[in-house]
């Protein structure tokens, strides 16, 4: 295991029993950035929720107002007359029936979001296992199977992102780069936030967020205040 050195250990000296004002925590979090590439800003929600509930899981896109900094690759399904709007809102790659073949047969899924029209999803219940097992089936859940799906992908292009709670209860997400400025990471954050309140499942008891921590790529997390 990688020891952590002195010099790093002074760099992260701060009080981490103690939970910071948001505004605080992203500058912390920007000090304590020490990777030479341009890391990602995480923020780390947990909520009161039983995962193993279906009516109580968490799943949900949200367009981030300054992007998440992340280049994404996008797959779009759909009809050959919509083919060319895609490719003009930024799809890098798109097909219909005969991209589903190539899927099925390669196994190969060098992208990160898929986007479809509600008529190719009875298609792509041949790559449903695929895709399904990376994360990467369409669903209305998150917005990605969409009956505008040029919209679909620029919003994503633009910076929207999809997530949804992990088998703990929790919701990870990327709101940004260290590079940001703090404003725009907070921007990011807020609207985060006031998604995660919206979507509270009505039959989650008692505290619903029970604490929420902030990091940049490598760095340590720090707790905010709620």
């Known amino acids: 295991m990688k020891k952590v050195t002195k010099s790093k250990k002074k760099a992260y000296d701060f009080d981490k029993a103690k939970s910071y004002p948001i505004g605080e925590a992203l500058e912390l979090v920007k000090k304590f950035s020490t990777t030479k590439f341009d890391g990602s800003v995480e923020a780390h929600f947990r909520l009161g929720i039983d995962p193993s509930k279906g009516e109580q899981q968490i799943r949900a896109a949200v367009n981030l107002p300054h992007g998440s900094g992340k280049t994404v690759r996008v797959a779009a399904f ?15 790659l798109v097909g219909g029936d005969e991209l589903i073949a190539e899927i099925k047969k390669t196994e190969k899924t060098d992208f990160q979001v ?3 029209t509600p008529e190719m999803m009875k298609s792509m219940a041949q790559i449903a296992k695929i895709l399904g097992t990376r994360g990467l089936m369409p669903s209305p859940k998150n917005e990605t199977v969409s009956t505008d799906p040029a919209k679909t992908v620029a919003e994503i292009k633009r910076g929207k992102i999809s997530f949804k709670n992990d088998d703990t209860g929790n919701v990870h997400l990327v709101i940004g ?5 703090t404003d725009k990471l907070l921007a990011n954050f807020q609207t985060v936030l006031d998604l ?13 967020i029970k604490n929420i921590s902030v990091n940049s790529s490598m760095g340590p997390g720090i707790r905010v205040q709620l």
């Open 78 to 92: 759909v009809p050959a007359a919509q083919e060319k709007a895609v490719k003009e809102a930024g799809a890098d």
């Open 114 to 116: 898929a986007v479809a």
């Open 177 to 181: 780069k260290v590079s940001f400025e």
């Open 196 to 208: 995660i309140r919206k979507i509270k499942p009505a039959k989650s008891k008692g505290v619903y």
